[in-house]
């Protein structure tokens, strides 16, 4: 995944190319005290600021026809406390940088998403995860923030320090500040065995609370069109690290999972009859493997064809139903489904907007192929998902509003009453966080 960047005519871009804006402004700052300038300027000319990653967010929640920070010159580790075992990184901090870092002095995160193009203050602020049956998002590995706020003061928080800031800040969807730094918990580097194998879905349905149960990290794909999926499974191991071969890991990683993807995308964009027939054939072409190597090298993979997504988190319990009332639905919609349903879970956690605030979560996560027309599928998957209560990924696309929210999060209304202490005059305001947190 390569970054995003503003096209021309001053016109910014997100990584799936389905959100753009004009900002009044970009402003790249290349300190907290140069953010704070700028976000007291922004005020006085009466202009809203948003802050920007590299655009993986599907929602125009960084959107903003004001002024446009860029975090890329905050970046860097700040710190290293060994004696804590917490990090403490710029915002601007690609998750791929802080990786590669943190690797190098013998350190890990416990757990994160599948992608590491992301900056860690994008990544954290949208509620990014991946798959644990008792770890949780990279948000909930959150020790510590600072924050510059709407009067261009600079905030710090943590469990003891403004604790009611950092209960919403950690996933603050840019509503309550910009986030100049955070400090994670790290715990010295470990290994994974991964174990990837096709199974049937409705075996992984039937057996889903046993696999979930038996593994650190389970997660799946099921193939549209086809009753197939390809599952994964990673467990902490003694060793000795047993990586993917350069010339498998290209053959499965780059040449199947991409570049033959990407062409058979093209091929069922242009003539969605065959779909289908892809579909079945994809499902078959990636055979099992098991490899050992440490964590960032495991739970990530590159992800290189261009895509929208939508993924709502349901209760645990309810995934099967999901799933099953969700292939019914593409079984007899016409509909011609060429991306992988991705499923993952995560533990209950105590951060006020996460979609697992309170709740064992499973998440379901649709795609379409970028370019392709997707609101028909999305639709009717949203309609299966709001059924048991989904809640959205705050960076992908949705359509649920305020009142949907104030009716699935408990504790919604902390934060809305937070963000009017914070930011009474709306500066970091859009169309979007109107939408999902009112005015």
Not at 205 to 216: H, I
Request: overall charge neutral; aromatic content about 8%.
């Amino acid at each position: 995944m390569s970054s995003t960047a503003s096209a021309k005519n001053g016109t910014w871009r997100n990584w799936g190319g389905n959100v753009g804006a004009r900002p009044a402004r970009e402003v790249a700052p290349a300190s907290v005290e140069e953010l704070a300038a700028a976000v007291r300027r922004a005020a006085e000319d009466g202009l809203k600021v948003k802050a920007v990653g590299t655009g993986h967010s599907f929602t125009s929640i960084a959107a903003t026809d004001g002024v446009l920070i860029r975090p890329q010159l905050l970046t860097g580790i700040r710190t290293i406390d060994r004696d804590a075992m917490t990090v403490t990184v710029e915002a601007g901090t690609p998750l791929k940088r802080l990786n590669m870092a943190l690797a190098r002095e013998g350190l890990s995160l416990t757990n994160m998403g599948d992608i590491m193009e992301q900056t860690v203050s994008g990544a954290t602020s949208t509620g990014t995860h991946g798959t644990g049956r008792e770890s949780a998002s990279i948000a909930a590995q959150i020790k510590g923030l600072e924050l510059v706020t709407a009067d261009g003061s600079t905030l710090t928080c943590s469990d003891k320090e403004n604790p009611e800031v950092f209960a919403a800040a950690r996933i603050g969807l840019g509503a309550l500040g910009i986030v100049t730094a955070i400090t994670f918990a790290v715990e010295p580097i470990f290994l994974l065995t991964a174990r990837e194998e096709p199974m049937p879905l409705e075996k992984v349905l039937a057996e889903f609370d046993q696999l979930w149960a038996e593994n650190e990290h389970f997660e799946f794909y099921w193939f549209p069109h086809t009753g197939s999926t390809n599952t994964k499974r990673n467990n902490r191991s003694a060793g000795p690290e047993a990586p993917v071969g350069q010339l498998a890991g290209w053959f499965e990683d780059e040449f199947l999972s991409n570049g033959v993807f990407q062409v058979a995308n093209w091929v069922g964009r242009a003539a969605p009859a065959t779909v289908p027939a892809i579909a079945r054939v994809s499902s078959r072409a990636l055979s099992a493997r098991t490899y050992t190597d440490i964590p960032y090298k495991v739970f990530t993979s590159p992800r290189r064809v261009r895509f929208v997504e939508m993924e709502y988190a349901v209760p645990r319990a309810a995934l099967p139903d999901t799933l099953r009332e969700l292939k019914a639905m593409v079984d007899h919609s016409g509909l011609r489904v060429s991306f992988p349903v991705e499923v993952r879970t995560a533990p209950a956690d105590d951060i006020t907007l996460s979609t697992a605030s309170g709740r064992e979560s499973a998440y379901v996560a649709v795609h379409m192929f970028r370019g392709t027309p997707y609101q028909r599928y999305f639709t009717a998957a949203e309609r299966i998902f709001t059924a048991h209560e989904g809640r959205p990924h705050w960076g992908k696309i949705h359509t649920r509003d305020a009142e949907y929210f104030a009716g699935v999060y408990p504790r919604f209304g902390e934060f809305t009453a937070l963000r009017d202490r914070l930011d009474p005059e709306r500066l970091f305001q859009n169309d979007y966080l109107r939408r999902v947190l009112g005015s």
